[in-house]
């Protein structure tokens, strides 16, 4: 049995018992864009977590720090600890957190990507960061996630894969035609460690132009979503946090998006989810864009 799912299971258990965990139930529709089946959860109870982290934010309070020690999945590794998510859709979406307060603007380093290299190979998935407000970070303290695609016999699925057949095996950055946005995507070899996955996240940095060196610990130059599964690696340069009012995190670039009634899923048909990214995408000349070797 795997032990990290296992004690996921555990906490997850504990923390419903105790009241720790408040799972935001929705209603969801399929749009079909480009081949692409976009998942859009209708998510009305999105007033009950936001009025939960502006009442911490105006008291200047850090969940992370000290954690609900009703959460606390297990130590990850000397820098990180696993927690779940307080406010999850799916079950199991568990939180990787620095144990001393990191800025959630602040660069990836080795030892964050061995924390979740350490969750990945464990327990298949899509992993994300939300690297800062701009692209839909909701907490200030450093922390990325993980939403298994199994749980309680529950299928979470990454919509975009209908379209990555278009990478081509070679561990090097590469863009998808039909994403109307700065991006780079990178393949994963089958064995890989929290270096692999930290060389991967330098070779896409290069490949967008945010850094043209070694990348130093510090304030990142540009907000961004990075989404990682077993299989491939990719990063969106972010412009702004919202369209019309419709919020966009990482889970977006995956093709899963969220809006907040009817009235916003009729304005989501109507553009469309692809021109929805494209609009809180930064936009540049893709064409210009040449392949960064992998170092």
């Known amino acids: 049995m795997n032990e990290l799912l296992t004690k996921i299971q555990h906490t997850t258990r504990h923390a419903k018992q105790a009241g720790a965990l408040h799972s935001l139930t929705t209603a969801q529709e399929v749009i ?41 999945v297990c130590d990850l590794t000397p820098h990180h ?49 939300n ?13 990325l996630q993980l939403i298994p695609f199994q749980s309680n016999g529950e299928t979470f699925s990454v919509p975009i ?20 946005f700065m991006h780079g995507i990178i393949p994963l070899p089958q064995d890989y460690d929290g270096k692999i996955l930290f060389d991967c996240y330098l070779a896409l940095l290069r490949f967008l132009r945010f850094i043209d060196g070694p990348l130093n ?19 969106v340069q972010r412009a702004q946090d919202q369209y019309e009012k419709i919020p966009v995190n990482s889970l977006g670039f995956a ?8 009235m916003q899923l009729s304005l989501l048909k109507k553009l469309t989810p692809l021109q929805l990214l494209a609009s809180v995408a930064a936009q540049g000349d893709l064409s210009q864009r040449a392949i960064a070797p992998f170092e």
């Open 255 to 262: 093709g899963a998006l969220l809006v907040r009634n009817q």
């Open 81 to 129: 600890v696993c927690l779940l998510n307080k406010f999850n859709v799916v079950d199991h979406h568990i939180l990787i957190i620095t144990r001393e307060f990191q800025p959630q603007e602040t660069w990836l380093m080795e030892a964050d990507f061995t924390a979740l290299a350490h969750c990945l190979q464990r327990l298949d998935g899509l992993a994300f960061y």
């Open 217 to 235: 610990p510090g304030w990142q130059t540009q907000a961004y979503n990075l989404l990682v599964t077993r299989r491939w690696m990719l990063l």
């Open 131 to 143: 690297a800062g407000a701009i692209a839909g970070a909701s907490q200030p303290h450093k922390h």
């Open 32 to 72: 079909v864009d480009h081949g692409i089946p976009f998942v859009v959860r209708i998510l009305e109870q999105l007033d009950r977590k936001e009025n939960y982290q502006a009442k911490q934010e105006k008291a200047k309070v850090n969940p992370f720090l000290p954690y609900e020690q009703d959460l606390f």
């Open 161 to 180: 894969d209908q379209v990555l057949s278009q990478l081509n095996d070679r561990m090097q950055p590469q863009q998808i035609p039909l994403f109307p």
